[in-house]
């Protein structure tokens, strides 16, 4: 999937800009604050209906505009002559409208995967140092888009938590003064949960144990270090059936006022040799994992698509290089700049760094970034 266009009205600082792009590189090079994570936001916009940074779309308008609208239009694969366009538009106070070619989407949970992306930024750092959610929604992300009825079954298995949480609040706070509530009512969240849960366990096991060697190839190829970097999946229903466990918590989850069991849980654990990455990882090591694990994504998501043409994802890179020595920063672009990576959008503060990166790439652009202004170079 190649973005050949992009037009942009009202995104964040971007007031108006209409960009075409080369087909492997496309750096964009400016201070910081001007506009240039903006611009890869806007791309992730139409792969993800929504921002990788603010899900409050009316938030991302101009702060003195109604209205946003975000436009790309995509060549479906090598071997596709005819582009689609994707549409994006946003109205404060209005449902969001999102469209693929003359399809407009009722809901956009139907969009994901159809334009596969993988963004490397700073904020992936969370990762590393924020709680499990932030490494779940990791697997989710990429799950999601090579299987729709992945996200299907998380959706409909979150909102069945939610549902008990609130009884567990209800019954909990009721049970000084009143009788123990049915076990039929948890019992009937409890049995619509369990298959949903069964589901999404099974596809992130799978998941992991395919995903884990190209991780652990790309680190090494980037560090050149014997240095074994881990990534170990945790789950509650490796050791026991959801169904038991929340019946037999049950009374702990009155007294807590939530659902303590359940795939909702998992872990994702984070390692270098046996020891936590977050302690014992220097920045660089952190960075050099981080990104491993994000190009591992792309790769992944490219070998669980073989039926399309070229189903190489987008990938936006996005002030990757900072706290990088030169050689990893070498061995990342000689990575990158190979047929197994598709298209790139890349940023950076420093003009003569990417006129280095550039020169080895044969199909590239670059753009000057100013304010929410693009000027290409």
Request: aromatic share 10%.
């Amino acid at each position: 999937m190649l973005l050949t266009e992009l037009n942009i009205l009202n995104f964040k600082n971007i007031r108006e800009a209409s960009l075409t792009f080369a087909d492997k590189l496309n750096c964009f090079v400016g201070q910081n604050g001007q506009g240039k994570t903006n611009l890869l936001d806007a791309i992730y916009y139409l792969s993800f209906t929504k921002s990788a940074f603010n899900p409050i779309d009316s938030q991302n308008i101009c702060h003195d505009t109604d209205f946003a609208m975000i436009q790309g239009q995509y060549q479906p694969s090598l071997a596709d002559s005819e582009p689609v366009q994707v549409t994006c538009s946003i109205k404060r106070g209005q449902k969001k409208q999102f469209r693929y070619g003359k399809k407009e989407y009722q809901r956009m949970l139907d969009h994901i995967g159809r334009i596969p992306l993988v963004m490397v930024s700073p904020e992936d750092n969370q990762l590393i140092a924020e709680g499990s959610d932030e490494r779940r929604r990791f697997l989710d992300i990429i799950i999601g888009q090579t299987d729709r009825a992945y996200l299907e079954h998380l959706s409909l298995y979150n909102a069945l938590v939610k549902q008990r949480n609130a009884l567990l609040k209800q019954y909990g706070e009721q049970s000084a003064i009143s009788n123990q509530p049915s076990d039929d009512l948890f019992e009937v969240l409890e049995m619509q949960m369990i298959p949903h849960a069964e589901y999404i366990f099974a596809r992130r096991k799978t998941f992991v144990e395919a995903f884990v060697p190209i991780f652990a190839d790309l680190y090494k190829t980037i560090a050149e270090v014997e240095e074994l970097p881990r990534l170990t999946y945790r789950s509650q229903l490796f050791d026991r059936e959801l169904g038991e466990s929340l019946h037999r918590t049950r009374q702990r989850d009155l007294i807590l006022g939530w659902t303590s069991q359940g795939i909702h849980k998992d872990e994702l654990e984070m390692q270098l040799g046996d020891y936590p990455l977050r302690l014992v990882g220097s920045q660089g090591q952190q960075k050099t994992y981080l990104i491993a694990l994000k190009l591992a994504q792309a790769l992944y998501l490219s070998m669980d698509q073989p039926s399309l043409a070229d189903n190489r994802p987008i990938l936006l890179l996005d002030d990757i290089f900072d706290k990088l020595d030169a050689s990893r920063v070498a061995r990342i672009i000689e990575l990158v700049r190979s047929e197994r990576f598709g298209q790139i959008f890349l940023t950076d503060t420093d003009r003569q760094h990417l006129t280095d990166i550039v020169k080895p790439f044969g199909s590239s652009k670059v753009f000057y970034v100013s304010g929410g202004d693009f000027r290409a170079g």
